[in-house]
């Protein structure tokens, strides 16, 4: 696997691979919904409003398999957002980006600023070192996790605000000496979440980078089998990807539901 151009400021490390593709990832979101929503018609709606509206009525439909669609209605921008975010950052890595070769250790910096981990890898004896400045946000823990705890905040925000009772009463269920256990529930959902998603895409990049790699050092049949895997993979990767933002967003959903539920509710 190649390395990520990490900077250093201050005791502060930024990925800007990270950066750069969640950046991307946002304005692709925002573009789409945008260009979908610009010239609305009931009448003779375009491919992307057609698109658009199916994913509003798909996400209308997560919610409702979770709860009460009237408590669960405010949560559709935060569903949206969730689904369109993270399916286009699963797929932002698929296109193959060759990475790029490192071999002077003047020319590793970004704007002033040294890449460390180039740096590093060239002190150490190394000819070169590969960086890669193109992934799939979702493929770094940082980024899944920080999704995970986006909810993990927001669910247990409206516990305390919405339903206090039932929110501080459930954690001592079904007998007060649970607390521990239903306490280490609480975290281990929000490590699951995140990591689930981190875990499935990150997987799919290594193999992707492994067969790209494969593909450029052999020759005849042995490249023109690893480009069908490649292929063939990047298929595969494709539906995983929609599968995860399915999953990850209609989890949030059911978490949300559960900080709203009231002991009349069962």
Excluded: C
């Excluded at 590969?130 to 905040?153: Q, Y």
């Excluded at 539906?239 to 959903?253: D, H, N």
Aim: proline fraction near 4%; charged fraction near 10%.
């Amino acid at each position: 696997m190649h390395e990520a151009p990490i900077v250093q400021i201050g005791n502060l490390k930024f990925d800007l691979a990270l950066i750069l593709t969640v950046i991307v990832s946002g304005i692709i979101v925002f573009a789409l919904a945008k260009l979908a929503t610009r010239n609305l018609s009931v009448e003779n709606p375009g491919k992307l409003q057609n698109f658009m509206e199916w994913v509003v009525e798909f996400v209308q439909g997560l919610i409702s398999s979770t709860m009460d669609y009237k408590k669960g209605a405010p949560f559709l921008s935060l569903g949206l957002t969730l689904i369109m975010f993270i399916f286009v950052s699963n797929l932002l890595g698929l296109p193959l980006v060759i990475p790029f070769k490192y071999t002077d250790p003047a020319a590793a910096n970004f704007f002033g600023f040294p890449l460390t981990t180039v740096l590093d890898g060239l002190n150490s004896g190394k000819e070169y070192v590969e960086v890669g400045w193109w992934k799939s946000p979702t493929a770094d823990a940082a980024s899944a996790m920080g999704l995970a705890l986006i909810v993990f905040v927001l669910v247990h925000f409206l516990g305390i605000v919405k339903n206090p009772k039932h929110y501080f009463g459930h954690y001592f269920k079904p007998f007060f000496f649970f607390f521990p256990i239903n306490l280490i529930e609480q975290f281990s959902k929000l490590l699951t979440h995140g990591m689930r998603l981190f875990g499935n895409i990150f997987a799919g990049e290594v193999l992707i980078s492994v067969l790209l790699k494969m593909s450029t050092l052999w020759f005849g049949a042995g490249a023109i089998a690893s480009v069908l895997g490649l292929i063939v993979w990047q298929g595969f990767s494709l539906f995983v990807g929609t599968i995860q933002a399915f999953v990850f967003t209609i989890l949030a959903m059911v978490y949300i539901s559960q900080s709203l539920e009231t002991d009349e509710d069962h």
